[in-house]
């Protein structure tokens, strides 16, 4: 099995109990800010329609309360989101499939958002998906990107590119099954952003309110 099959079993094991860790507030950074953070990143260009990719059990959908769909490869993740929202449009496609046929997405938005979702190496097809699913005409067609912070996520495997693996074990309990995930240096996540045809707008780094430590890294990118 390879990293990205690695990933998709796991979330489709773990959704149950992320969903439980998403509702019921159980994850210290999102507490801490990176929820909010991306709303007002998004919400700053006043969208009327976006479109969340790897969208898990849907909470930024309906937290920013506009004309919303929402993608997940995880059939469990998309059958919890509707189950929280049966008004939604949520649907259950993989990035391979959306990078096959980009159509897929049913565009044009004013925001495509990746929201700690972009967790494989090779990412740069499915951001050009996400890049011909805006419009440019409306907002700006802003790609929103929020991920972790590469300074403050390098950890024991220092700061270079390589494969890692999260446990889960930081923020809640319960009988997780670990995921890969492909870290990137600040220059790297430059690099894909200009590889899919992107222009790099902003970056913004949420902080901890109390310790100071940058949060996540949010990347505001636009049709070049």
Known sequence: MNHNDHISASWDT???????????DLIPSRRAGTDQAIVDAVMALKPQRVVDIGCGEGWLIR???CDGVGVDGSAALIEAAQSADAAGHYFALTYEDLV??????AGPYDVAIFNFSLLGEDISDILRAARVSVSPSVSGGAVFIQTLHPWAARGEGGYRNGWRHETFSSFASGEWQPMPWYYRTLETWCGEVEDAGLKLKAIHEPMHKTNGEPLSVIFHCAEI
């Open 100 to 105: 096959a046929q980009p159509d897929k997405l």
């Open 63 to 65: 937290q920013l309360g």
């Open 14 to 24: 773990n959704a149950d109990l992320w969903t439980r860790a998403v509702r019921q």
